[in-house]
């Protein structure tokens, strides 16, 4: 069982940036993919941004060349760096673990973007 926990939400203005961090109780190398997912009010949660255990990166086209996804292995933590951030990113924001077998969530962490 791994554990996630999100932090580094918040309130932010138009055009300002925030730094989600997820901390893993685990090894996150036994994952094949780690995610970042939002879900705002009234509407389905969505991917935001994802990391294959090959290094490679997946972004949804909304927040394309704003938001950057990494890990560090060695810590065990997922981060997403969010530039420019835009009303309609406001949402909660939750960290996904994921292998064949199995898959975790974060409790999620609030973002909100308003002047």
């Not at 554990?3 to 190398?29: H, K, T, Y």
């Not at 990113?89 to 973002?111: E, K, L, R």
Request: glycine share 10%; with cysteine; proline share 3%.
């Amino acid at each position: 069982q791994v554990q996630l926990v999100e932090s580094g939400g918040g309130l932010v203005r138009p055009g300002g940036s925030l730094r989600l961090s997820c901390a893993a109780s685990g090894d996150i190398s036994a994952f094949n993919i780690l995610g970042w997912y939002r879900q705002a009010p009234g509407k389905q949660r969505e991917m935001v941004a994802l990391l294959s255990n090959l290094g490679s990166t997946h972004y949804a086209d909304s927040v394309e060349d704003r938001f950057t996804i990494s890990a560090d292995k060695l810590a065990s933590t997922v981060s997403l760096q969010m530039n420019n951030l835009k009303p309609e990113d406001t949402a909660v924001y939750y960290c996904n673990a994921w292998a064949p077998s199995s898959s975790y969530w974060g409790q999620g962490t609030q973002v909100t973007v308003s002047s």
